[in-house]
């Protein structure tokens, strides 16, 4: 075969491959958008979920750290914890904590995430919302309008006074956030949490 046929056919395979994966993420689109119509949230594992999976962006990631600032010596959790990227970024900041997961491929590979950096947080496959949540400083969420609501009424129930929810892009119904940047919303508990 000449040069210029294994050219060809390294870029033919090349187009194959690119548009094999976009098939794929147009497949996965679809069932997501599916699922946003119906309100109905599956896990990759057909279980029943009240979000679906969708990572943090590095530049939400950031602004997050940011607005929560100090971990170190604190409590955290990450409410539908994915594949561990908020976790990580928290334990490897010092703090000790909790992700909650659903769903068990992405638990693993958050577990796995954690190894590898030799950082270690639990990763608890559990619904969030039969956890106690008072234990916590700092509680993180990427959450969903729906999922929003339901936990305002359980973190005015529970939350600890002092203690901060930072959801991305979301934002709790009733409550006005302390601190907002780049749509990442800070929630402090105070003594009489104020109505938005
Ligand atoms: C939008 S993703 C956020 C992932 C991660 N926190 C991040 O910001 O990159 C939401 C995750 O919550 C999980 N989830 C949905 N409902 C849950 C529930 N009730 N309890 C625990 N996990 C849940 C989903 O499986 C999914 O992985």
Redesign the pocket.
């Known amino acids: 075969m000449s040069r210029e046929d294994e050219r060809l056919k390294a870029a033919l395979k090349r187009y194959k491959e690119a548009k094999l994966h976009y098939n794929e993420l147009a497949e996965k689109h679809k069932v997501l958008a599916r699922q946003v119509m119906l309100g109905e949230?599956y896990?990759v594992s057909g279980l029943r979920?009240?979000?679906?999976?969708?990572?943090?962006t590095a530049n939400k990631v950031e602004t997050m750290m940011e607005l929560i600032g100090t971990l170190r010596g604190k409590k955290a959790a990450?409410?539908?914890?994915?594949?561990g990227?908020?976790v990580f970024e928290m334990a490897k900041r010092g703090a000790t904590v909790d992700g909650?997961?659903?769903?068990p491929r992405?638990a693993g590979q958050a577990r796995g995430r954690l190894s590898e950096a030799s950082l270690s947080a639990r990763v608890i496959e559990?619904?969030?919302?039969t956890a106690d949540l008072s234990k916590y400083d700092v509680i993180?969420?990427?959450?969903i309008t729906s999922?929003m609501k339901r936990l305002e009424i359980k973190l005015r129930q529970e939350m600890k006074l002092g203690s901060v929810l930072v959801s991305?892009t979301f934002t709790l119904p009733n409550w006005r956030p302390e601190r907002t940047k780049n749509d990442v919303y800070l929630y402090r508990k105070v003594e009489n949490t104020e109505e938005v």
Request: proline share 6%; glycine share 10%; with cysteine.
């Open positions: 949230y896990s979920i009240d979000m679906p999976f969708v990572p943090s990450d409410l539908g914890c994915g594949d990227k908020i909650y997961e659903l769903e992405l559990q619904n969030f919302f993180t969420i990427y959450g999922v991305n």
